[in-house]
């Protein structure tokens, strides 16, 4: 049984950073893709960063290019996501989410290409 567990949320305030890491346990961490997404009050739940099983390969949504990094240490079953130069509309619930399904594409983009999902942490931007 995969369980992931994020930390590293809180408040900041803008043009500052934080970063968010998800513990992985249970399953081969290291043959999973790994993501991000987030989810802001009223609003649905939205992609933020991929990255390969190998970390290899990663993708961002055009709303964090340059700003967010995603990282994975699979010696230590962790994946991070480094946020610089954040924004008030950064502000969100931020979940990582693990593939748990074999497929021969790189990128999984959306909610259902994930199969495991953690509780989510608390990211606020303030103006």
């Known amino acids: 049984q995969v369980q992931l567990v994020e930390s590293g949320g809180g408040l900041v305030q803008a043009g500052g950073s934080l970063r968010l890491s998800c513990a992985a346990s249970?399953?081969?961490?290291?043959?999973?893709?790994m993501g991000w997404f987030r989810q802001a009050p009223g609003k649905e739940r939205e992609f933020v960063a991929t990255?390969?099983?190998?970390?290899?390969?990663?993708y961002y949504a055009d709303s964090v290019k340059g700003r967010f990094t995603i990282s994975r240490d699979n010696a230590k079953n962790t994946v991070s996501l480094q946020m610089n130069s954040l924004k008030p509309e950064d502000t969100a619930v931020y979940y990582c989410?693990?593939?748990?399904?074999?497929?021969?594409?790189?990128?999984?983009?959306?909610?259902?290409?994930?199969?495991?999902w953690g509780q989510g942490t608390q990211v606020t931007v303030s103006s």
């Open positions: 989410a693990a593939r748990l399904r074999y497929s021969n594409r790189i990128f999984y983009r959306t909610r259902d290409d994930y199969d495991v």
């Open positions: 990255i390969s099983w190998s970390g290899g390969s990663t």
């Open positions: 249970g399953g081969t961490f290291s043959s999973y893709p």
